[in-house]
């Protein structure tokens, strides 16, 4: 057995913490170890990720965060958590998280770290900051995840820092809104090295579905790609409510007719029904969308892109958040095209009255 190759190989290849290898080597072997042997050594070496070897963190519990948390805590794991107001961590601490002070605590207690906040100025703050971010605290090997939709650079610098920490970064921004989260249904775009996102796969099937993109910051352009979609679907299905209303037409009758059709959709099955109900209440905030649109136009500046539904989209949530409605869902979009049309279809779905 060679004796002299360094202490730090001997560190690389101690995968999430808790496990230590015996690496044997014929005499011929060359005595040094370049870094990239040791990094592909380190990763194609790993244990398979599970409770008993695995300590996770979790960084942001609001609407999406605590129920993806809750799935990872009901399958076993151990879980530190940290969110800016505490009260909204209770429910994981009775499960049995343990809750910390900064993000920091949570990376030095974890192997992976998982963030979902609202802005990027917040990762930015959670992840990188010099004092207090998760960054600082991470033993080395270690991964982030970063579940926010961010800025496509913000995922990039993440994982260059990361990288020269020795650790590693994944953005793996999430579409499916609070039902997804809490049915473990979610659509995962994840962007960085794939043998990581491979090595994590157990952590991701619990919460939905992950999809490999391609290198650090695709998992965010896709997500970016996604709220395209999701903007001008939502600009239609709110324009097709108000003129079926318009119409004299059954709001409740409509939307079964259509939704079996080529207008059928997943904004239509998530959101038809709330809107007729008047649930305004967030699976995923007006505000939080009116940033995942700034982004998607800024994105598109630096393409050269003109993509006018989407422009369209991001004004008329615009005028939601100025009338006071920004922490409603993005399915209270109605309330815009019903001011603008002087109408309402609270009575209309008063009279009817399907629950």
């Known amino acids: 057995m060679i004796h002299n190759i360094s202490s730090s190989f001997h560190k690389f290849v101690r995968p999430l913490h808790l496990h230590h290898y015996h690496c044997h080597y014929a005499p011929q072997t060359i005595l040094t170890v370049s870094a990239a042997t040791t ?7 790993a244990t398979a990720v599970d409770p008993s070897n695995t300590r996770l963190g979790w960084i942001g519990t609001g609407v999406m965060g605590r129920s993806m948390c809750a799935h990872l805590i009901n399958a076993g794991y151990t879980l530190t958590v940290f969110t800016r107001t505490p009260s909204k961590a209770q429910e994981l601490i009775s499960m ?19 963030s979902i906040v609202g802005y990027p100025s917040d990762v930015r703050q959670v992840i990188l900051d010099s004092n207090s971010g998760a960054l600082s605290g991470l ?21 260059s820092a990361a990288s020269a920490a020795g650790c590693s970064a994944i953005d793996a921004p999430v579409s499916g809104g609070d039902r997804g989260a809490r049915n473990a249904a979610l659509s995962i775009f994840a962007g960085g090295e794939e043998s ?40 239609g299905l709110c324009e097709g409510l108000i003129y079926a209303h318009k119409a004299g037409l059954d709001l409740n009758h409509f939307v079964d007719a259509i ?55 991001q004004q008329l949530y615009l005028s939601l958040k100025a009338h006071g409605e920004g922490d409603l869902g993005t399915q209270a979009l109605i309330l815009a ?3 603008i049309n002087n109408l309402s279809l609270q009575s209309e779905a008063s009279a009817i009255g399907k629950p």
């Open 139 to 159: 033993r080395q090997d270690g991964v982030i995840i970063d579940m926010t939709t961010s800025e496509p650079s913000l995922a990039v610098e993440i994982h």
């Open 259 to 313: 939704s079996t059709g080529a207008a059928g959709s997943k904004s239509l099955d998530l959101y038809g029904s709330r809107i007729l109900n008047r649930d305004l209440e967030p699976g995923f905030y007006v505000n939080h969308f009116v940033k995942d649109l700034g982004i998607c136009l800024r994105e598109c500046q630096n393409m050269g892109l003109a993509l006018p539904g989407l422009a369209l989209a």
């Open 39 to 45: 990094t592909h050594l380190r990763r194609t070496m």
């Open 337 to 339: 095209l019903e001011r």
């Open 96 to 114: 049995g998280a343990h809750w910390v002070d900064t993000p920091k605590a949570v990376a030095s207690q974890s192997d992976v770290v998982f």
């Open 196 to 235: 990581i996102v491979q090595r994590l796969n157990p952590l991701f099937n619990l919460l939905g579905k992950v999809y490999y993109m391609g290198a650090p910051g695709k998992g965010q352009f896709t997500k970016l790609g996604n709220q395209v979609v999701i903007a001008s679907s939502m600009v």
